[in-house]
């Protein structure tokens, strides 16, 4: 590694713990049932007092709200639903003064289609100036334009349906891998890149700390946009292996370093969503000496409970899924490469009801226990909204109850290919996007105390029970258990830098690992019992007079060679070395 490249361990945000907002459901101020800028500005204090380093904000841009602001019409403005440009001020200005630091959502793979650079494109039609500027192809040949199956390859959207819209019009088809309303642009139009570099400068310039970067990874297409196989019981193609990291990814990702970032005198943060990324590829783009990213988003361990039906084709984890895999990450980016540790986001089902037990006796217990194993790997971790009081999946009824894109398009067509509709909705309940995005539960009073208003989702009924208010008076809730394992990773040089050995791979129960720091003298022991059942297992020598770290219950007997862990117990040792 060249001398002046630092390694990832002793970057700023080695030791930082990363906040997730979803404003769309955090505070709502004004009374509309929508969250918003001076909602947050008004939780700021909460945020500090959990400990978190940075606050990542999902999309506040002006949109027509197709995906909930991830389609952007306008990336340089505050949308008037979340408040204004002084709002945001502001709220950044609070964030500061609390030492922590904002990163804001870059969605670049697509713009909304009602951004003018999209409008232009459109109405310019074929030659016009900005038509280059997202990927237009004919009818496939031979076939009449507009008809079923002449789209110019057979790719599918995310989002159900083909990937490719008709333009009437100019008689083309614009490309989407998302809705029909998020056209994706052209990234091998230079003119682009520099438009979206010059954007991320001016936020830089009002003092934003970085970015989380969109499903970065799939803004390099390949030549020719080739037809992807047909999967069993799909009406599209795959093309995944065409757009997932792509053949210019590399090229793009150090180019906007270089133009955006390189040389900028305040610490920042890159983070890139990368959806069907690997091990390999997620080393070279967070290998410092590569100067790409500084750490991705991957998406193999919260693959590992779909079915081959697709993500809402359910089954149950497998502990040694897991472990495996996020073992396979720790070792995979070692010390050249640095891993996010995510279980929970605004896409994903709440993991106190996906991995740990969300009934009412084990509840906090395996929130707590999921935290600890999540914190104490290798990484930086980010905290979802509400995580940290064990938020659990909605109890969704009718498909009325849902609001996510994904969830209604996909309700639609498997209704429209005789699928049973109680089995739609048990899918949709595990897997939808909602379940993420039900509102903040701040109290007890009538919709969480989210808003005064009417929610845009309904707010979960468990909110009398599940709530910060409650759990801010309990020394021994899930949310001061977030802040002391928070507050450990900010000394405890072990969690930053101990290099991570996994123990009992095979164990279906048992998620143990070993963290040992040299250069400290200090080695940690993580034991985590998945389940309601108590559980004996055989342990490494030399703990018994080990001290705890942190634990989710009181300390049992002394860690023996053979220790019982209780129902959902998780515990962290630690021990000199030398
Ligand atoms: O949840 C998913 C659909 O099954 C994921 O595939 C998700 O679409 C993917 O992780 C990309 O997510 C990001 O980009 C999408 C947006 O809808 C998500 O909210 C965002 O996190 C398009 O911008």
């Not at 030791?15 to 001076?38: C, E, N």
């Not at 002006?62 to 602001?69: M, W, Y």
């Not at 361990?301 to 149950?316: C, E, M, N």
């Not at 395996?366 to 999540?374: I, P």
Request: hydrophobic fraction near 35%.
């Amino acid at each position: 590694m060249p001398e002046n490249v630092p390694g990832p361990a002793d970057s700023w945000w080695s030791d930082a713990v990363v906040y997730q907002i979803y404003p769309r459901s955090f505070a709502d101020s004004d009374a509309d049932g929508i969250g918003d800028l001076p909602g947050i500005i008004e939780r700021l204090d909460y945020l500090s007092q959990l400990g978190v380093d940075v606050l990542w904000l999902s999309p506040v841009y002006p949109s027509p709200h197709d995906d909930n602001g991830y389609d952007i019409s306008n990336y340089q403005d505050i949308d008037p639903l979340f408040g204004t440009l002084a709002d945001f001020e502001r709220l950044l200005a609070g964030v500061h003064e609390r030492g922590m630091k904002l990163v804001m959502d870059l969605v670049v793979n697509h713009t909304s289609d009602e951004h003018p650079w999209f409008t232009a494109s459109r109405d310019g039609g074929p030659g016009g100036d900005k038509r280059d500027w997202y990927v237009w192809r004919p009818a496939r040949e031979g076939m009449e334009p507009g008809t079923p199956g002449a789209e110019p390859n057979n790719w599918g959207s995310f989002f159900s349906g083909p990937a490719w819209t008709y333009d009437k019009a100019s008689g083309e088809y614009y490309l989407h891998l998302f809705s029909r309303k998020q056209p994706d642009l052209n990234w091998d139009n230079p003119e682009v890149r520099q438009a979206v570099y010059a954007m991320m400068r001016w936020w830089l310039e009002r003092g934003v700390d970085g970015f989380r970067m969109d499903v970065i990874n799939l803004i390099s297409k390949a030549p020719g946009l080739p037809d992807g196989p047909v999967h069993k019981g799909s009406r599209y193609g795959d093309g995944s292996a065409h757009y997932i990291c792509g053949p210019r990814i590399h090229e793009y990702i150090a180019e906007m370093h270089r133009e955006v970032f390189e040389g900028h005198a305040r610490p920042l943060l890159t983070v890139g969503e990368m959806p069907g990324v690997t091990v390999e590829e997620a080393r070279l783009f967070t290998d410092p000496a590569r100067r790409e990213l500084d750490m991705v988003f991957q998406f193999e361990h919260v693959g590992l409970d779909q079915g081959p039906g697709g993500k809402f084709d359910v089954r149950a984890l497998k502990l040694t899924d897991l472990k495996a895999s996020l073992g396979r990450w720790q070792a995979g980016l070692g010390e050249t490469g640095w891993n996010s540790l995510y279980f929970s986001n605004h896409d994903q089902p709440r993991v106190v009801s996906r991995f740990g037990d969300d009934s009412p006796a084990y509840r906090d217990r395996s929130a707590k226990l999921l935290a600890t194993v999540l914190h104490l790997h290798r990484g930086t971790p980010f905290v979802y909204q509400g995580e940290e009081l064990a938020m659990a999946n909605a109890p969704f009824a009718t498909i009325d109850d849902f609001r996510d894109i994904e969830s209604l398009n996909h309700y639609r067509d498997q209704l429209a290919l005789g699928a049973e509709e109680t089995h739609i909705l048990e899918g949709l309940r595990h897997r939808s996007r909602d379940n993420a995005r039900t509102p903040m539960q701040w109290d007890a009073t009538a919709h969480g105390g989210f808003t005064a208003g009417t929610p845009w989702i309904a707010v979960n009924p468990d909110h009398v029970d599940v709530n910060a208010k409650a759990q801010l008076a309990d020394p021994d809730s899930v949310f001061h258990y977030y802040r002391r394992l928070i507050a450990l990773r900010h000394t405890e040089p072990a969690i930053t830098h101990g290099d991570f050995h996994l123990l009992h791979p095979e164990h279906e129960q048992l998620y143990a690992f070993t963290r040992h720091d040299a250069a400290s003298g200090t080695e940690l022991l993580v034991i985590a019992n998945f389940g309601a059942a108590d559980l004996t297992v055989g342990l490494p020598h030399g703990w018994e007079d080990s001290e705890t770290l942190i634990a989710n219950l009181p300390a049992g007997p002394p860690l023996t060679s053979t220790y019982t862990l209780r129902p959902w117990e998780a515990r962290v040792h630690r021990r000199r070395t030398a």
